[in-house]
């Protein structure tokens, strides 16, 4: 008996081993495939989910001038990296739309500088050709001296618009209601010589911003009312505690034309270099003075003819 138990105690415990052994090494064999097939979904599954930041990354790597107008336009689902990418693609928007903006003003000004220039280049090459007359050389000094006051003007517009553009260095108060007095008395002969009649109002208002930058605004708002405006015509000037608004009579505004008159050297008319007809600076100006102080300039066209503009302050 002792000889029997023996025996089966070997089969078994040889039994047992055979079936850990085998059981180790179907699991050693589990353990591997199963941690091969981790690495492999979890190397696809960080692929896919990375691939939308490897694709902004090498689009924002190849990102020039020349191809502001691509964009990712990511199809994914819901997510932090699909708002990611549409906000970048947002981003490049508002870059292509100031690259635009920026490289249609240095067209624009060139334009302007170079018409001034050549209109000073003819007259003295064709008005002084030959032996010109006392009278003659008087009338091209006269051209030509006007010609360099309208290069001058459109210079000192080019250079407050860059002012303005950068902001604020410092905020002060500054009585709004002074400032659109002084300005508009300032006007008053222009406006008589033109037959413009002013009507200035105002009641107190105070803002905090550049004093010398508001008076520019409110200078170039009347200065425009007065210079596009007709004989027996009309400007209203009044500061309010909503603040302020400057009014005119003058030709036609078509209403779809009017937002775009505070872009620079936007007008509503064709331009025809006549005597003070301004380098349509103007109203871009004033808005560009407006955002500095955090203000929003809005305009309508008035019925009948002529234009409202307001601009309108933080607080009021």
């Not at 249609?104 to 007359?133: C, T």
Request: proline letters at 5%; hydrophobic letters at 45%.
């Amino acid at each position: 008996m002792a000889a029997e138990y023996a025996a089966t105690r070997r089969i078994s415990n040889a039994a047992e081993d055979a079936a850990l052994e085998s059981l180790l090494t179907v699991s050693g064999v589990a353990l591997a495939l199963f941690s091969a097939a981790s690495v492999a979904l979890a190397w696809w599954m960080a692929g896919r989910v990375l691939r939308p930041v490897g694709v902004i990354t090498a689009r924002a790597r190849r990102l020039s001038g020349e191809n502001l107008h691509e964009r990712l336009a990511l199809k994914a689902p819901p997510g932090e990296l699909k708002e990611l990418a549409d906000t970048f693609d947002g981003m490049l928007d508002r870059i292509e739309q100031l690259v635009s903006a920026q490289q249609r003003f240095a067209a624009n000004a060139a334009h302007e500088l170079r018409m001034s220039l050549g209109v000073q280049r003819a007259a003295a090459e064709i008005g002084l050709a030959g032996e010109p007359s006392p009278e003659k050389v008087a009338r091209i000094r006269e051209k030509l001296i006007e010609t360099a006051g309208e290069c001058e003007q459109l210079i000192e517009g080019l250079l407050l618009l860059a002012v303005s553009d950068q902001g604020l260095q410092r905020r002060e108060p500054a009585a709004l209601d002074a400032i659109a007095r002084t300005v508009a008395n300032g006007l008053t002969e222009d406006a008589r010589r033109l037959g413009v009649t002013v009507e200035a109002s105002g009641q107190p208002l105070t803002v905090r911003g550049d004093a010398v930058l508001l008076e520019h605004l409110v200078h170039n708002l009347a200065a425009n009312a007065i210079r596009h405006n007709h004989p027996g015509g009309r400007l209203r000037l009044r500061v309010s505690p909503d603040g302020l608004e400057v009014s005119n009579t003058g030709p036609v505004v078509l209403p779809a034309t009017v937002p775009r008159l505070f872009e620079p050297f936007r007008r509503a008319r064709e331009r025809h270099h006549a005597p003070g007809e301004g380098a349509g600076l103007g109203l871009s100006i004033v808005a560009s003075i407006a955002r500095a102080h955090g203000a929003l300039a809005a305009a309508v066209a008035n019925q009948g003819g002529g234009l409202t503009v307001r601009v309108t302050f933080p607080g009021t």
